[in-house]
């Protein structure tokens, strides 16, 4: 055995929210190029610029997207079948869109038609847009309480609907996630791009920044004001059998900021999402693509984690039966699934990173409309 569990459980807690961070920093790009394709791209050749600048690594960056989940299976399977059962048709629409970005890339240049390439250009728009809203959207959700319980035999229980999903704190959080990953997306393609494409990239990148910092502030501060949270009051030994049902939760005023006040040196998470997208906003502008991306990295690290912190230790909260709420104590698999997926992390993590790294490496350097007229049939 590695670790005690309840060690485990906060090991596992961490590595899922560096799993979804790295599938932010990483897809999220993808996505937010995707967004910006239709607007930023005014003739075929400047689109097929915007589309090869993330051409080479789009498919591998979808492994940090399926790791997350099956890292949630494994790791959480009550959140996973609690989670996957209830938003079902949220789930279903986002895997339809995301459907539409491996054949938009691919078959988007096998034709010469301007009409077969407008059409797929939009559908790699649509698979772009989509999931990132329906991301935001369910984490706003997770802050308002998702309605589900669970029944005498622990069969969790749904009984809302796709539509009691779209309230407006949860399409605002939507609204985040959707300009804090175009803001991505700008920054990428300006450090990815020449010319004209560039120029546009910018600043559409820093119009992003500006709207991803307002939103966040806006978010911050109706979670602050205007939003109860939960708190644990009791709960059986975290180190025991797990039982979801044995714990007390009240609702507290401002309860998501309880965390912050107990352990005040959090404070940097929120701080980074609020300030880091103005850095980004001025890079852009003065042309230093570079801090830029990284700047914008440190605005979506900054933003995941402080959802994460301020749900701490719920991971799927419950507003019908507030004590049957999900938490990293008591929705985990056993100790033994816990250690095996940590020798195996402990594996294929560093080799996915290094993979990675190695290929943004051989793959770099910037794409122009003349490397596009010149590549023919060899470039999307």
Partial sequence: MIADYETLKLIWWGLVGVLLIGFAL??????????????????????????????????????????????????????????????YAAMIITLMALFLRPVGFDYRSKQESARWRMGWDWALFTGSLIPPLIFGVAFGNLFLGLPFHFDELMRPQYEGNLFGLLTLFPLLAGLLSLSMLVMHGGVWLGLKSDGVVRRRANRAAFHAAVITALVFGVCGIWVATGMNGLTIVSQPDINGAINPLGKQVAVAPAGWLANYQHWPLLMLFPALGLTMPFMTAFFSLRQREGLAFLTSCLTISGIIATAGVSLFPFVMPSSVEPSHSLTLWDATSSALTLNVMLMVACVFVPTVLAYTFWSYYKMWGRMDEQQIRSGGHSLY
Avoid: C
Avoid at 77 to 85: D, E, G, H, I
């Fill in 26 to 87: 990483t897809d999220g790009f993808d996505m937010g190029v995707g967004v910006l394709l239709p607007f930023l791209g005014k003739n075929d050749d400047q689109r097929r610029v915007i589309i090869n600048t993330v051409g080479p690594h789009w498919e591998g960056n979808q492994v940090w997207f399926v790791t997350a989940g099956g890292a949630l299976f494994a790791a959480w399977p009550l959140v996973y079948a609690s989670a996957f059962s209830g938003m």
